[in-house]
């Protein structure tokens, strides 16, 4: 019953690495989402995906990057980490598109010194 | 520009009370609304929903109301326990938009005391 798994839990960068959030769902669902979340702020799409090799841009994607190979795995890559970039990661999925909610994972903590 | 809103950013009731979570939206296109849950270091948890051809939808505890017209939704929580602190998050989508993207408001943090 894992849901949507999120690795690593928390993760410390310097300015200029770069490195891959993992997200995985068992559920066989279609539509995988990346939300960021700031301090005192809603979630915020990055990225989302609706099957395997089709992805698309959201609200705030600068500086990531997505791949969709599998239906059950949707990655996020930061290139070169800015400190703007510190914030909470969170991977979703879901079964359709329409009046379905999403279900999340637990996040990733990132932080960029 | 926030197209969803809450502006009361915390909010404390009394075990047993009932609580009230206010959301304001801007972009009449949406017409399917959520409620998430969330506790630290957790994601967030799928609560209930309301799609726009209803007015409330009730799910236990907890009531969800739809305000069309005002473009306000409203979480009641009845009665509030002490399991019920947590973040709330607000969150639409249109259906004319593809693949359910959703804006989500800034939270409300609920505090439940005895």
């Known amino acids: 019953n894992a849901g949507v798994t999120q690795t690593p839990k928390f993760r410390i960068l310097k300015i200029g690495q770069s490195m891959t959030l993992q997200c995985a769902q068992d559920?066989?669902?279609?539509?995988m989402y990346w939300y960021r979340q700031d301090p005192g702020m809603g979630l915020k799409l990055i990225y989302y995906?609706?099957?395997?090799?089709?992805?698309d841009k959201g609200e705030v994607p600068n500086g990531y990057n997505v791949s969709r190979s599998t239906t059950e795995d949707f990655p996020l890559r930061l290139e070169l980490a800015a400190p703007s970039q510190t914030s909470v990661y969170f991977c979703?999925?879901?079964?359709?598109?329409?009046?379905?909610?999403?279900?999340f994972g637990d996040g990733t903590r990132l932080s960029i010194l | 520009d926030q197209q969803v809103k809450q502006n009361s950013p915390s909010l404390s009731v009394q075990e047993g009370r009932i609580s009230i979570l206010n959301c304001d939206y801007t972009?009449?296109?949406?017409?399917?609304f959520l409620w998430y849950k969330k506790y630290p270091a957790e994601g967030p948890t799928f609560l209930i929903s309301?799609?726009?051809?209803?007015d409330k939808n009730e799910d236990g505890r907890f009531t969800v109301f739809l305000n069309k017209s005002a473009k306000h939704l409203s979480l009641h929580i009845v009665p509030s326990q002490p399991g019920d602190s947590a973040v709330y998050f607000c969150?639409?989508?249109?259906?004319?938009?593809?693949?359910?993207?959703?804006?989500f408001g800034a939270g409300t943090q609920v505090v439940v005391t005895p």
């Open positions: 979703a999925s879901s079964r359709l598109s329409s009046n379905q909610p999403q279900h």
């Open positions: 559920m066989n669902h279609n539509y």
């Open positions: 995906s609706v099957g395997a090799g089709i992805t």
């Open positions: 972009n009449s296109m949406f017409d399917y």
């Open positions: 309301i799609s726009s051809i209803k």
């Open positions: 969150a639409a989508s249109a259906t004319t938009d593809s693949w359910g993207k959703l804006q």
